[in-house]
């Protein structure tokens, strides 16, 4: 695959209410800005069309994707503005117990090249009343998924799969010199935890990290940490977010891909390993301690 030799990538960095056509038309203005920016690739966050826990409004708003006039919408404005549309996930509808946490990759004449399941389910106990239980909404998904972009192969993941190495080290291994982390990051953990974990996955698989992020306090009660992030495959910050909604534009070089692991090759250097379980100490060793 031929690739050019930069982009510029635009993250959207929402407050997501309960209302998926206002949240649309928020959207809709922001990524208008990123395009006027300059953007090739615009990145959306975590819950674009609604940030809601509770199962009675959450299934009330939201759609299947063959229905869904939020999806639909984003397909005709990646097609207007020819660019690469990348809505970070939306709630689709799956059943009336069940959503989907899904990403789409849109690409500039509207069709939908990539759909992405987010695979690890938010169930967490914050402490101070604050907890989530994702599962009890949402399917997770099974599938790890990687997309071709002009400019190189892109990794696709949601927020709390931040947390989980092991699926970026196999989208790296896939050629991914993208990885995308549209996010929904609580204030609690994303202060503590955010940075640190953005930074790390670029470093350790020498790509650019691509991190839309919610922020603010919500209509729902909920606060999250914002900061939107391009990090660099040598871990530095490119572009980083307040708390309040904007857009944030960085350019992207594929070559930094190349010259990370050109100097840090650890995708070569991988080995497979067992773990040995340990064995019960030998009886003669507890006669030597005077052990019983």
């Not at 510029?8 to 208008?32: F, K």
């Not at 790890?144 to 970026?168: E, H, K």
């Amino acid at each position: 695959m031929s690739q050019a030799a930069t982009f510029t990538a635009g993250l959207v960095q929402m407050r997501s209410g309960l209302s998926p056509h206002a949240n649309l038309d928020a959207a809709v203005r922001l990524i208008e800005e990123a395009k006027s920016a300059g953007a090739d690739y615009v990145l959306t966050p975590e819950m674009t069309n609604i940030l809601e826990i509770k199962r009675e409004r959450l299934f009330g708003a939201i759609a299947p994707e063959e229905s869904d006039a939020t999806l639909a919408a984003f397909r005709e404005l990646a097609r207007k503005l020819g660019i690469f549309l990348h809505i970070g996930s939306l709630a689709i509808k799956l059943s009336s117990e069940r959503a989907a946490n899904r990403s789409f990759l849109i690409e500039p004449n509207g069709d939908i090249i990539a759909r992405y399941d987010k695979i690890h389910m938010f169930d967490v106990e914050l402490g101070g009343g604050e907890s989530y239980r994702e599962s009890y909404s949402y399917r997770p998904g099974e599938i790890g998924v990687a997309a071709d972009l002009p400019w190189g192969r892109l990794g696709l993941t949601v927020c709390y799969d931040l947390r989980f190495p092991a699926l970026y080290r196999a989208l790296a291994e896939a050629g991914c010199s993208f990885l995308a982390i549209p996010s929904a990051f609580t204030r609690q953990t994303g202060e503590a935890h955010w940075h640190v974990l953005c930074r790390a996955r670029a470093i350790e698989n020498g790509a650019f990290v691509l991190a839309a992020a919610q922020g603010g306090k919500h209509e729902n009660g909920r606060e999250t940490f914002g900061h939107s992030l391009v990090v660099d495959p040598w871990g530095r910050v490119l572009a980083e977010g307040g708390t309040d909604p904007g857009v944030m534009v960085a350019v992207i070089d594929p070559a930094e891909v190349t010259a990370a692991r050109a100097k840090i090759p650890s995708l070569q250097h991988g080995r497979r390993f067992e773990i040995i379980e340990p064995m019960a100490e030998p009886a003669h060793l507890h006669a030597v301690r005077g052990l019983p």
